[in-house]
T-cell receptor
Framework: DTGVSQNPRHKITKRGQNVTFRCDPI?????LYWYRQTLGQGPEFLTY????????KSRLLSDRFSAERPKGSFSTLEIQRTEQGDSAMYLC???????????FGSGTRLTVV | SQQGEEDPQALSIQEGENATMNCSYK?????LQWYRQNSGRGLVHLIL?????REKHSGRLRVTLDTSKKSSSLLITASRAADTASYFC????????????FGSGTRLSIRP
């Protein structure tokens, strides 16, 4: 297991299109998190799963955003009808225990043109 | 919204010098963590300090936590060019299921 894997690394899409990102966490981690980061800012929390249950969603996650984690393994984040303001780095992280830090993936950089 | 605020926003020092970054936060926490991010990459966890701890060391890193002042500091000793990165503090709430909230980061540049 080489860590948290995110695909694709980069995505360029036209405004109005739908996009889906995938995150494969560390296999023994039961917690999975999605964050969004814009240039020069810290990551902003989007949503969190414990196993397959989505326990918390940020108000940043509008109804155009949906995340799933079927079977408590990998997770997908879908953005429908993309807008230019959705351009950002989308980061996924996993953890096994709240007393330890998160392991982050390298992120998916989304550019909406 | 962001819980933590790092200070300074940017720091440039000579290789070999020590670098100190500060983080202030607003609400009670269970733990505070520091992460490093190289340009365009994901974040790397550096160190976690619990609310009942005051100081923690890991290699060239030293973290302090003052819960009465709601502040933390990260000291990197004997800096190297490879330490050039952005550094973020993140705070974790009391619920075991709570997420961590990041500050806006300090951009550290090490001059050779």
């Amino acid at each position: 297991d080489t860590g948290v894997s995110q695909n694709p690394r980069h995505k360029i899409t036209k405004r109005g299109q739908n996009v889906t990102f995938r995150c494969d966490p560390i296999s023994e981690h039961n917690r999975l998190y999605w964050y969004r980061q814009t240039l020069g800012q810290g990551p902003e929390f989007l949503t969190y799963f414990q196993n397959e249950a989505q326990l918390e969603k940020s108000r940043l996650l509008s109804d155009r955003f949906s995340a799933e984690r079927p079977k408590g393994s990998f997770s997908t984040l879908e953005i429908q009808r993309t807008e230019q303001g959705d351009s950002a780095m989308y980061l996924c992280a996993s953890s096994g225990d709240s007393n330890y830090g998160y392991t982050f993936g390298s992120g998916t950089r989304l550019t909406v043109v | 919204s962001q819980q933590g605020e790092e200070d300074p926003q940017a720091l440039s020092i000579q290789e070999g010098e020590n670098a100190t970054m500060n983080c202030s936060y607003k609400t009670s926490i269970n733990n505070l963590q520091w992460y490093r991010q190289n340009s365009g990459r994901g974040l790397v966890h550096l160190i976690l300090i619990r609310s009942n701890e005051r100081e923690k060391h890991s290699g060239r890193l030293r973290v302090t936590l003052d819960t009465s002042k709601k502040s933390s500091s990260l000291l990197i000793t004997a800096s190297r060019a490879a330490d050039t990165a952005s550094y973020f503090c993140a705070t974790g709430g009391y619920s075991s299921a709570s997420k961590i909230i990041f500050g806006s980061g300090t951009r550290l540049s090490i001059r050779p």
